[in-house]
């Protein structure tokens, strides 16, 4: 599904602030995988995250998605395969817009926006029912702005706006950074429902190495912009959670 | 009573200024200074086609178009070259007074005896009133057109853009032509006042652009006031609080002048109240503390 040959990205090139974020990697993550990514600060992991989703083009190398060429393809057109968690709640969702807005704008993350009205009565019992799914009684809320809700309340329905339409890969950039540890454990558990629902590949980064150990079937650890160790799923069964903290030790 | 009339009209004829600052600062979050220049070129445009005895279909879709160019203008200048949108807007207005200068000929374009939009209905006695229904339609057409832009899937669009633009882009939404396409209508919304305005004093003027971006802000800051203390969420309600902005912004205007203070001041004036209304909730939500 994502195929990373030899990507290079160096930040400030050639100024005394020069940084290299990623220095050569190469990945490939099959259909359905689920990759957790970990690695300490500056070890590459969101430059690599946003290579993937477009953000950041690369200095050298080639990004495809689903066997098509995309290393020069804007974020925005990668849209038709990619949706995106962010870490800070804020960025996934339009705080100002009501929840509706908000899922109308994700039902038709490939499509184009037209000068249609596409919140109608339909539209609205789907999106009810979707939301009633997580069980926070948000289904009652759907005309509130998102601002009035709680980060965890919006990580979960970011989640959530990500299946609204078809998608292929779901971005986790530390979903779960800004959330207190039971809104933290929702999101996960949802996540790892939905990208099992729907046969996802998916890329989770986090810090946490408790998530890293109960979720995903592969795990990868960055450093200075290299892949160090990267453990496929027949070994990720036989590691044992204290291995994890022993690479960081 | 016919001061306070005009004052009324005024502030209907501004209503295009209200709906696109409105679009450009509080949908957008980008300070848009082409105001002075777009809202001037409408009155200009205007005022050279009625002299020229051109149809009116043709005078108000080049007053809509050549805003729309000069909002554009704005747009690709701050997104595609970087350019702060505030240093983007100034230059655009600056450049458009030459621009304006140019098309006119001369500073000062009058149009006397010559058949404008408000000539075209004649019910009452009294010309004001004959304008104040042929304003009231041109108001409700143009914020039913607004009202339901808003309301589209490209008008969810346009409003993430200004509040999210990490997650709109991550939504397939390409935000510098939305940026672009925001401003060309913001500056197409300010010619339409100048269209109405050049046609309601009966003359353009180089000059009558200056600072007129404060009575767009003025409307909005007194509409935000109104939207925050009521809580709305409605885009029809607060497109038409939008409209109540622009006229109670003139009805102030018209009291000043009428207890008799000094028109040198209205600047000054104008400026200060600005001010009050925007710090108003701020003192507020200190003494609560």
């Not at chain 1, 989640?159 to 039971?182: F, G, H, K, N, Y």
């Not at chain 2, 009805?251 to 109240?273: H, K, Q, S, Y």
Request: charged letters at 15%; glycine letters at 8%; one cysteine or more.
């Amino acid at each position: 599904m994502i195929d990373i040959k030899q990507v290079y990205k160096t930040f400030n090139k050639g100024k005394p602030n020069q940084v290299d974020a990623v220095n050569g990697i190469d990945i490939h993550i099959g259909t359905g995988e689920f990759v957790v990514i970990i690695g300490s600060n500056g070890s590459g992991k969101t430059t690599l995250l946003n290579l993937v989703a477009g953000s950041v083009t690369p200095t050298a190398g080639t990004v495809s998605i689903d066997d098509n060429d995309v290393t020069d393809l804007a974020d925005y057109r990668r849209s038709q395969w990619i949706a995106r968690v962010f870490q800070n709640p804020l960025s996934g969702t339009a705080s100002d817009l009501s929840i509706l807005d908000n899922f109308r704008l994700a039902a038709i993350r490939t499509k184009p926006k037209g000068l249609s009205i596409g919140v109608n009565d339909h539209f609205k019992k789907e999106v009810k029912e979707k939301i009633a799914t997580l069980g926070m009684g948000l289904e009652k809320k759907i005309e509130q702005p998102m601002g009035t809700l709680s980060g965890g309340q919006r990580q979960a329905l970011t989640l959530l706006m990500s299946i609204m339409d078809s998608c292929q890969v779901l971005l986790l950039d530390e979903p779960t950074a800004a959330l207190d540890p039971r809104s933290a454990d929702v999101v996960m558990k949802t996540a790892d429902k939905l990208i099992k629902d729907f046969k996802l590949t998916a890329i989770l980064i986090t810090h946490n190495l408790k998530d890293a150990y109960n979720y995903g079937n592969r795990i990868i650890q960055m450093g200075e912009g290299i892949i160090l160790k990267d453990i496929d799923t027949a070994k990720k069964a036989s590691l044992k959670q204290n291995d994890l903290f022993d690479w960081f030790g | 009573m016919d001061f306070y009339l005009t004052a009324l009209l005024q502030g209907l004829c501004f209503s295009g200024i209200a709906l696109g600052v409105y679009i450009s600062m509080k949908i957008f979050n980008i300070p848009d200074i082409t105001t002075d220049g777009s809202y001037t070129l409408g009155g200009v445009v205007t005022a050279i086609s009625l002299i020229h005895h051109q149809p009116g279909y043709i005078v108000l879709p080049a007053v809509i178009i050549l805003g729309a160019v000069a909002g554009a203008l704005t747009g690709i200048i701050h997104t595609k070259l970087k350019i702060n949108a505030l240093l983007a807007g100034i230059l655009v207005m600056y450049a458009l007074r030459s621009v304006n200068l140019i098309l006119m000929g001369r500073p000062n374009l009058p149009l006397n005896s010559i058949t404008s939009l408000f000539d075209i209905i004649n019910i009452f006695s009294n010309p004001n009133q004959n304008t104040f229904c042929i304003l009231i339609v041109f108001v409700i057409i143009i914020t039913l057109l607004i009202g339901y832009l808003l309301k589209t899937d490209f008008g969810i669009a346009m409003r993430a853009t200004g509040n999210s633009e990490s997650m709109i882009r991550s939504l397939g939404v390409n935000t510098d032509r939305m940026k672009i396409i925001g401003l060309a209508i913001a500056n197409a919304l300010t010619a339409t006042s100048g269209y109405l305005i050049t046609q309601f004093q009966g003359f353009a003027d180089i000059n009558m652009g200056i600072g007129i971006v404060i009575v767009g802000l003025g409307s909005v800051i007194i509409a935000e006031a109104i939207i925050n203390w009521l809580k709305i969420t409605s885009v029809w309600l607060s497109l038409v609080l939008m409209l109540t902005g622009a006229i109670i912004f003139q009805f102030v205007l018209a009291i000043t002048l009428d207890i008799g203070v000094n028109p040198n001041l209205l600047m000054l004036v104008t400026a200060v109240f600005v001010l009050l209304i925007v710090s108003l909730p701020r003192l507020s939500f200190k003494k609560s503390l």
